[in-house]
C-alpha cells in the first residue's frame, strides 16, 4: 500500500503559476503509473494529468498545453507544473497510483490532497 502527501497549493492570480508535489511511500514507487486529479466544489473528481512508469502522459483537454506532469522516482516524488493558471482550475488536487483500463483508475486511498484557489 502507497501512502501519498500532497504539497504545494496556494492562493495565486489568473495567469499566474504553481507546482503541486506528491511525496509517495510505502511501497516502491518505481513500479506505479502514477495521476493527478482534482475535485472542484460539487462536482466529481477528474483526472487532471497522468503518467506511465515508461513515461507516457496524458492530460485533460481542459489543462493540455498548461500542465506538465513529471516524476522523480530517487525521490518517490511525482510533480503537476501548472501554468497559466485559469479561476476554473480552483479545486483541491490529488495524486493517485493509477492503472490503465481505458481509463486511469485510482488505486491507492487518497491523500488529504492540497487546495489550489486562483482568483483576483
Known amino acids: 500500500q502507497v501512502q501519498l502527501v500532497e504539497s504545494g497549493g496556494g492562493l495565486v492570480q489568473p495567469g499566474g503559476s504553481l507546482r503541486l508535489s506528491c511525496a509517495a511511500s510505502?511501497?516502491?514507487?518505481?513500479?506505479?503509473?502514477m495521476g493527478w486529479f482534482r475535485q472542484a466544489p460539487g462536482k466529481q473528481r477528474e483526472l487532471v494529468a497522468g503518467?506511465?512508469?515508461?513515461?507516457?502522459?496524458n492530460y485533460a483537454d481542459s489543462v493540455k498545453g498548461r500542465f506538465t506532469v513529471s516524476r522523480d522516482n530517487a525521490k518517490n516524488t511525482v510533480y503537476l507544473q501548472m501554468n497559466s493558471l485559469k479561476p476554473e482550475d480552483t479545486a483541491v488536487y490529488y495524486c493517485?497510483?493509477?492503472?490503465?483500463?481505458?481509463?486511469?483508475?485510482?488505486?491507492?486511498?487518497w491523500g488529504q490532497g492540497t487546495q489550489v484557489t486562483i482568483s483576483t
Open positions: 510505502g511501497s516502491i514507487f518505481s513500479i506505479y503509473n
Open positions: 493517485n497510483t493509477v492503472v490503465k483500463l481505458g481509463t486511469w483508475v485510482p488505486l491507492s486511498s
Open positions: 503518467l506511465t512508469t515508461a513515461g507516457s502522459t
